[in-house]
């Protein structure tokens, strides 16, 4: 019987999997088939990344303590086709957005575990330079890089808070204060805005770094100045990895939090370390992206926004917070799976923490991170 193919679509709409044949039973079982032809020997692992700072200590980990474990990192233009591969086992671990790893494992029955964060913040809206209010959005595009985001989590409530509407698979109306938002490859933004066939983007950097060094776009929001040192993107592995291999799991954990704690020491040397051997943008947009500088205006100067963060626990609050504020997300595709899912409960079924808390132990304790004793903490959003 021959094994039905994923849609790109079904990932790229946050549908339930549209399986040529199957449905979310075919995507399931395509699943199993190619963990089966992986199966649970000693290969290296696969990385899979989008090329953005966010994703830095997995690719600086590569070269660490880790190597033996970890195979060269594979770039992705999208993140609909980083899901696919990680869906069909032609990845193994994978530096993705945690609204989509939510979708993979309640939306499509994916055995996909989170085990800690790569990154905080690291992400902003970055507007046309004659864009100086969000009103001047009405009637235009902004693009996101997937439905299942953080972007479009904290766009939508941004725009709601200012007065305008998100709408999709419409024409955006400026009378009607409404905003189109399209989704779109990250690498794409920044000519999309050169060319102005979108108003504004939001997405990680270095892309936003990026449009500013170009002079064809202005950041005018840092996410994190919405929601306190969020994670955009998490470490995704497959639950088999866990069970068959945890000596290697450790390893990859241990290799990325020592990672976090050589880049906060040396943010332009790990620039350097990033340009050409793994992001494709120039040093500067790299460099500009991991140091910004503390003059940048934002409206809550003790969060840092502008700064992105290197810090591997991933809080069981922002988890919690992240699924009650998908359910008031539009996305385009099916949200059913949303409906049986308690926010309270995501935390424990998605996340295995059991590695990063002993990598955390292992580099000095939560204090080498400036993490409270307890890695506990309480979410700080403010999207007005």
Known sequence: MRTPAISRRGLLCGCAGLVATGGVAGLADLGRAAAQRRGGGGERLRIGYLPITDAAPLLIADRGAAAADLAEPVLF??????????????????????????????????????????????????????????????????????????????????????????????????????????????????????????????????FNAAA??????RIHRFLGDLWRDHACCALVVHQQLLDRRPDAATAVMDAVVRAQLRIGGDRPAAAKQLAG????????????????????????????????????????????????AMHDTVVDGDIGFLSGLDPDRVHGALVDDRFVRAAIDNAGGPAAFGLPDRLTRIEEIDPS
Do not use: C
Request: net charge positive; proline share 9%.
């Open 212 to 217: 500013e060094l170009r002079g064809v776009g």
């Open 77 to 206: 233009r999208s993140w609909a086709a980083l899901a696919e591969a990680f869906l069909t086992r032609q990845v193994d671990i994978v530096h993705l957005l945690m609204p989509l790893a939510v979708q993979l494992r309640f939306g499509l029955g994916a055995p996909a575990r989170i085990l800690g964060w790569n990154h905080t913040n690291g992400s902003a809206l970055t507007v046309a330079p004659g864009i100086t209010e969000l009103g001047q959005l009405a009637g235009t595009q902004v693009a996101i890089p997937f439905w299942w985001s953080i972007h479009n989590i904290l766009i939508q409530q941004l725009l709601r808070a200012h007065g305008l509407r998100p709408v999709i698979r419409g024409s955006a109306s400026r009378s009607a204060g409404t905003v189109e938002l399209v989704v779109m490859s990250p690498s794409d933004m920044v000519p999309a805005l050169a060319n102005g066939s979108i108003s504004a983007f939001t997405v990680a950097d270095p």
């Open 277 to 324: 051997a793994y992001l494709p943008q120039p040093l500067p947009a790299i460099t500009k992206a991991l140091t910004y500088s503390d003059q940048l205006p934002v409206r809550h100067l003790e969060w840092r926004p502008q700064r992105i963060g290197f810090q591997p626990f991933p809080f069981p609050s922002f988890t919690g917070a992240l699924v009650a």
